[in-house]
């Protein structure tokens, strides 16, 4: 026997609930399947344009890599010829200068770029006035009321007795020379007017005298110019640190110095105005004129003139102002 259950449902037509759940799941797969859709899109293009950037970062790398490579070549080529230019230096003879006078400072070592020691007739025209001790103006004053050797000791007069050998150890063998300082007076160093500093012994007797020297009393330019252009001179190098404060007394009468009555020692300071009027008519009246003017300026306190005046000097006649570093020579 067999038993048949049989289920019926009546007035299906009539319910739509499961019908419409069901399209709503419907309609909302297929938004979600677009949005899926865009977002695979953009997806899409992105990774193509990092892909284009990943190629394009490739192929800026390659470049790098050869460019590096050549440069690691070419350093190694370069490296390689630098080491055949020592190799070739080392086996070369040293250049014997024989136009040079040696002392103990040796060779051409601490060489000032530009100043060059030259000139058949070399006159060397060091201040040695009491504002070469010292750069301060408090300083020169306590070394002016100090001992002889305390002047002498002086942190410019000792720079200023190296700037003299090295200027005298540079002077050509076939060169005449002359040393004169100057401060209120002139002094001429060596036994002669002009003398060939072609022997070592020749300059340590003139540094034995340059040692002498005490740095003190005024500048008075004109007088060390008066004694070079006696001479004959073709090249000057003067060492000094600023203006004149002194000068021949004539220039009382005239019409510029009406208001500097210290140039005549009537006063224990001079103003800037009357240093400057006094450089221009020492030089005026220096008689110079086809002479090479070479001026080391060692600094001092309160002579602001002073650089642009000897400048315009030195470059006239053809000549170099340096004020050179504090560490030369």
């Given at each position: 026997m067999v038993l048949v259950f049989m289920l019926v449902k009546h007035?299906?037509?009539?319910s739509t609930t499961e019908t419409d759940l069901l399209a709503g799941?419907?309609?909302r797969l297929e938004v979600q399947?677009?949005?899926?859709?865009?977002?695979l899109a953009q997806l899409l293009n992105i990774s193509q344009s990092e892909a284009e950037k990943i190629a394009q970062l490739?192929?800026?790398?390659?470049?790098?890599?050869?460019?590096l490579s050549q440069k690691q070549l070419s350093l190694v080529q370069k490296k390689d010829q630098l080491a055949a230019l020592k190799n070739d230096i080392?086996?070369?003879?040293?250049a014997q200068k024989e136009d040079l006078v040696e002392d103990d400072r040796g060779?051409?070592?601490?060489?000032l770029m530009g100043l060059k020691v030259e000139g058949r007739r070399v006159a060397v025209l060091i201040d040695s006035s009491a504002s070469m001790t010292d750069e301060k103006l408090l300083d020169i004053i306590k070394r002016k009321n100090g001992s002889v050797a305390d002047k002498k000791r002086g942190p410019k007069w000792l720079r200023t007795r190296k700037t003299v050998r090295w200027l005298l150890a540079r002077v050509p063998k076939t060169s005449q020379l002359a040393v004169i300082s100057y401060n209120g007076s002139v002094k001429s160093l060596g036994s002669t007017n002009w003398f060939k500093a072609d022997k070592p012994a020749t300059l340590q007797g003139l540094y034995s005298e340059l040692d002498k020297i005490v740095p003190e009393g005024a500048t008075n330019l004109q007088k060390g110019?008066?004694?070079v252009s006696g001479r004959g001179a073709t090249d000057l190098y003067v060492i000094t640190d600023g203006l004149p404060t002194v000068g021949e007394s004539r220039y009382a009468s005239l019409n510029p110095f009406a208001s500097c009555s210290s140039l005549l020692g009537k006063s224990s300071t001079i103003?800037?105005?009357?240093?400057?009027?006094?450089?221009?008519?020492?030089?005026?009246?220096s008689k110079l004129s086809g002479i090479k003017v070479n001026v080391i300026l060692l600094p001092i306190e309160g002579d602001p003139d002073a650089v642009n005046e000897y400048w315009g000097w030195a470059a006239l006649s053809g000549g170099l102002m340096i004020s050179p570093a504090v560490n030369w020579p």
């Amino acid at each position: 026997m067999v038993l048949v259950f049989m289920l019926v449902k009546h007035n299906v037509s009539s319910s739509t609930t499961e019908t419409d759940l069901l399209a709503g799941d419907v309609q909302r797969l297929e938004v979600q399947q677009e949005e899926l859709q865009q977002t695979l899109a953009q997806l899409l293009n992105i990774s193509q344009s990092e892909a284009e950037k990943i190629a394009q970062l490739r192929a800026r790398l390659t470049q790098l890599e050869q460019s590096l490579s050549q440069k690691q070549l070419s350093l190694v080529q370069k490296k390689d010829q630098l080491a055949a230019l020592k190799n070739d230096i080392s086996k070369r003879p040293l250049a014997q200068k024989e136009d040079l006078v040696e002392d103990d400072r040796g060779g051409e070592e601490n060489y000032l770029m530009g100043l060059k020691v030259e000139g058949r007739r070399v006159a060397v025209l060091i201040d040695s006035s009491a504002s070469m001790t010292d750069e301060k103006l408090l300083d020169i004053i306590k070394r002016k009321n100090g001992s002889v050797a305390d002047k002498k000791r002086g942190p410019k007069w000792l720079r200023t007795r190296k700037t003299v050998r090295w200027l005298l150890a540079r002077v050509p063998k076939t060169s005449q020379l002359a040393v004169i300082s100057y401060n209120g007076s002139v002094k001429s160093l060596g036994s002669t007017n002009w003398f060939k500093a072609d022997k070592p012994a020749t300059l340590q007797g003139l540094y034995s005298e340059l040692d002498k020297i005490v740095p003190e009393g005024a500048t008075n330019l004109q007088k060390g110019l008066q004694a070079v252009s006696g001479r004959g001179a073709t090249d000057l190098y003067v060492i000094t640190d600023g203006l004149p404060t002194v000068g021949e007394s004539r220039y009382a009468s005239l019409n510029p110095f009406a208001s500097c009555s210290s140039l005549l020692g009537k006063s224990s300071t001079i103003s800037g105005e009357c240093r400057l009027k006094l450089f221009r008519q020492t030089i005026k009246d220096s008689k110079l004129s086809g002479i090479k003017v070479n001026v080391i300026l060692l600094p001092i306190e309160g002579d602001p003139d002073a650089v642009n005046e000897y400048w315009g000097w030195a470059a006239l006649s053809g000549g170099l102002m340096i004020s050179p570093a504090v560490n030369w020579p």
